[in-house]
C-alpha cells in the first residue's frame, strides 16, 4: 500500500504501542505529533515553548502549529512510501489540511472506554533514555529500572480528563469523517497488549 496509514483513539488507547506492530509490518515511519512536540518542549525550542502550556494543560496545539509540523516532517525522504500518523489528525481541520498534503489509504480507530483510560494513563511510566513505556500494573517495567522511569507531566488525573474531554469534542467526530469515506477499520483497545496486537495486525494484513 503506497498511502499513509492513520492510527486513530483517545488518549492512553494504546497507539504508541500498538504504532510498533505497524511499522514492523508495513515498514512505514511512525510520525507521532505527541513525540515531536515533547521533544521540542525538552531542547527548549520556540515550538517547544508555544507548544507547552497547552500540552500541561491538556488542551490540543493549535491546528496552525501542527500542520506546520507535519509538512516540514512529510518532506523527509524516508515519508514517500507513505507513513503512520500517531496522534494525528485530531482535528477536522487537520484531516482537511492532510488530505492536501497526503493519501490517507487507512484508518485504524483504537476503542477504549474513559474510564479505562484514566486508570491507564495514571499507571504510565517512560523509560527516558529508551522511549519505552510501560504501566505499574499492566505492563510492569523491570525492577532494574525503575528507579530512572518518568510520569509524563500530563499524565495525571485531572489532566486526563481534560484531554479526554478535547478528545470527546474535537477528535471524535473525525471517526465518522473517516468512516463516510470508507476507510475506517475499529478495534478493540480493552484487552491485554497482545490481544490488541492481533487485532491490529489483523486489521492491517486486510487492507
Ligand atoms: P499525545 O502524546 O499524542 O497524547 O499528545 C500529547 C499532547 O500533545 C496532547 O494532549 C496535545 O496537547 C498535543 N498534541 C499532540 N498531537 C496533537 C495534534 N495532532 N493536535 C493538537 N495537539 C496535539
Known amino acids: 500500500m503506497r498511502g499513509s496509514i492513520v492510527l486513530f483513539g483517545p488518549p492512553g488507547a ?12 508495513t515498514g512505514k515511519p511512525q510520525i507521532s505529533t505527541g513525540d515531536m512536540l515533547r521533544s521540542a518542549v ?6 517547544g515553548l508555544e507548544a507547552k502550556e497547552y500540552m500541561e494543560s491538556g488542551q490540543l496545539v493549535p491546528d ?4 506546520g509540523l507535519i509538512q516540514d516532517r512529510l518532506e523527509d525522504p524516508d515519508a514517500s512510501n507513505g ?10 481541520h487537520q484531516a482537511e489540511a492532510l488530505s492536501e498534503i497526503a493519501e490517507v489509504s487507512a484508518v485504524i480507530a483504537i476503542e477504549v472506554p474513559d474510564e479505562e483510560i484514566v486508570n491507564r494513563i495514571v499507571g504510565r511510566r517512560m523509560d ?9 500494573s499492566f505492563k510492569p517495567p523491570p525492577p532494574e529500572l525503575i528507579s530512572r522511569l ?5 499524565d495525571n488525573e485531572d489532566t486526563v480528563r481534560m484531554r479526554l474531554a478535547a ?7 473525525l471517526g465518522d469523517w473517516y468512516s463516510n469515506m470508507g476507510i475506517l477499520s475499529t478495534i478493540d483497545g480493552t484487552g491485554s497488549i497482545e ?3 492481533k487485532s491490529v495486525a489483523k486489521a492491517v494484513r486486510s487492507l
Open 64 to 67: 496552525q502549529v501542527i500542520i
Open 167 to 173: 478528545y470527546h469534542d474535537q477528535t471524535k467526530p
Open 128 to 136: 527516558p533514555e529508551t522511549g519505552e513505556i510501560y504501566h505499574v
Open 195 to 197: 490481544e490488541v496486537s
Open 83 to 92: 507513513v503512520l500518523f500517531d496522534g494525528f489528525p485530531r482535528t477536522i
Open 150 to 154: 518518568v510520569q509524563r507531566k500530563d
Open 42 to 47: 525538552s531542547q527548549g525550542s520556540a515550538l
Open 14 to 25: 494504546g497507539k504508541g504501542t500498538q504504532a510498533e506492530i505497524i511499522v514492523e509490518m
